[in-house]
């Protein structure tokens, strides 16, 4: 029986990388698909079962706050990039609400040894870009 490999994986398997429009190809083509799989608030990402040993909440979160490793610099480069525009405002309203205790959406309160404190280094450190 043939293997078929989904469109998406086909586009990130097929890109070469070699130039810096592969690479924002890259980019987008891996955020895509975990836009599918966003909150209505924006701030977390559920793609299907983990099997992390932390709440589902903090699992949401990574999803969430993994793509921002590549997001923010892409767009503190690059902020009026057409093939982003919806992305961004999609995590910015992710930040907004994740970080508002008031929000449904709210990540949470850390505890000792939190996941939480994990991906606080991806949003902490993409913080120091101004234009996302």
Known sequence: MPHHTPDPVKKITSNPVTTREDLIDLLHDLLIPLQAGQSPGGARIRIGHTGTHFDQVA?????????????APMLA???????FSGLRAAWVKGLDHGTNPAHEEYWGDHTDSDQRFVEMAAIVSNSLFPNV
Request: charged residues 30%.
């Open 77 to 83: 480069a690059d902020p009026e990039n057409p093939k």
């Open 59 to 71: 699992a949401e979160l990574e999803g969430y706050a993994r793509a921002l490793w590549g997001l």
